[in-house]
T-cell receptor, first 115, second 115 residues
Framework: GENVEQHPSTLSVQEGDSAVIKCTYSDSASNYFPWYKQELGKGPQLIIDIRSNVGEKKDQRIAVTLNKTAKHFSLHITETQPEDSAVYFCAAPWGYGGSQGNLIFGKGTKLSVKP | EAGVVQSPRYKIIEKKQPVAFWCNPISGHNTLYWYRQNLGQGPELLIRYENEEAVDDSQLPKDRFSAERLKGVDSTLKIQPAELGDSAVYLC?????????????FGQGTRLTVV
C-alpha cells in the first residue's frame, strides 16, 4: 500500500519569508497529490493539488512541485503571513490504480509564521 | 451551499459506553469517508462508501466499530463499547469520484473524549 512521509514536522519562519514542506510517497501508480491546511478546531481544507501530468502548479502565493521519478512533491508558500500558521498535510491516493480511492495522509507540518 | 455537516462537535463519554457520530455530506457527492485523527497525526481512513456500498472498510475495527450509509446520503459511525484509546477527532469527508480524483471536502469533525 501507499506510504507517505512528510518533513519537517514543525517549521517556524518570519513573516515574509518562504516556507517549504516536502513529502515522499511509495506507490508509483499514484497520480493525484493534494495539500490540506488544518486550522485549530477545524477539518482539513484543500489548498492546492497537482496531477501527475504536470510538474508544477501555482496559485498566488502557493505552489506545488512534483517529481514523479523521485516520488516526491513539495509545497511552497512565499511571502508568508501570520494567517498561514496552521498544520499542513500532504496526501496521496491508494487503491484503484492510484488515481482514485483512499487518501493516505502524511503526519503533518505545523507551520508558525512570526510577525 | 452547505459543506459537510457533522454532529455532535464534541462528545465526552465513559469507557464501555456506546457513542454515535452523524455526517451529512455535500449534496450530490457519491463518496463518503470516515477518518480518525489522533492528536498530532494525519487523518487515517476508517471506511469509504461509494453511494450506499462500503467499498473499503479494511481499517475499521469491526469488533467495536460499525457504520452505515442508508440511501447513500448521510452516514452514522458507531462505537460500542468505547475504549480509552478511541479518544480522537472523527472526521467525515465527501467527494464526487468519477474517472479522476476530485477534492475531498471535510467536515469540522467530532472530538471524542473517552474517560
Amino acid at each position: 500500500g501507499e506510504n507517505v512521509e512528510q518533513h519537517p514536522s514543525t517549521l517556524s519562519v518570519q513573516e515574509g519569508d518562504s516556507a517549504v514542506i516536502k513529502c515522499t510517497y511509495s506507490d508509483s501508480a499514484s497520480n493525484y497529490f493534494p495539500w490540506y491546511k488544518q486550522e485549530l478546531g477545524k477539518g482539513p481544507q484543500l489548498i492546492i493539488d497537482i496531477r501527475s501530468n504536470v510538474g508544477e502548479k501555482k496559485d498566488q502565493r502557493i505552489a506545488v512541485t512534483l517529481n514523479k521519478t523521485a516520488k516526491h512533491f513539495s509545497l511552497h508558500i512565499t511571502e508568508t503571513q501570520p494567517e498561514d500558521s496552521a498544520v499542513y498535510f500532504c496526501a496521496a491516493p491508494w487503491g484503484y490504480g492510484g488515481s482514485q480511492g483512499n487518501l493516505i495522509f502524511g503526519k503533518g507540518t505545523k507551520l508558525s509564521v512570526k510577525p | 451551499e452547505a459543506g459537510v455537516v457533522q454532529s455532535p462537535r464534541y462528545k465526552i463519554i465513559e469507557k464501555k459506553q456506546p457513542v454515535a457520530f452523524w455526517c451529512n455530506p455535500i449534496s450530490g457527492h457519491n463518496t463518503l469517508y470516515w477518518y480518525r485523527q489522533n492528536l498530532g497525526q494525519g487523518p487515517e481512513l476508517l471506511i469509504r462508501y461509494e453511494n450506499e456500498e462500503a467499498v473499503d472498510d479494511s481499517q475499521l475495527p469491526k469488533d467495536r466499530f460499525s457504520a452505515e450509509r442508508l440511501k447513500g446520503v448521510d452516514s452514522t459511525l458507531k462505537i460500542q463499547p468505547a475504549e480509552l484509546g478511541d479518544s480522537a477527532v472523527y472526521l467525515c469527508a465527501s467527494s464526487l469520484v468519477g474517472v479522476m480524483n476530485t477534492e475531498a471536502f471535510f467536515g469540522q469533525g467530532t472530538r471524542l473524549t473517552v474517560v
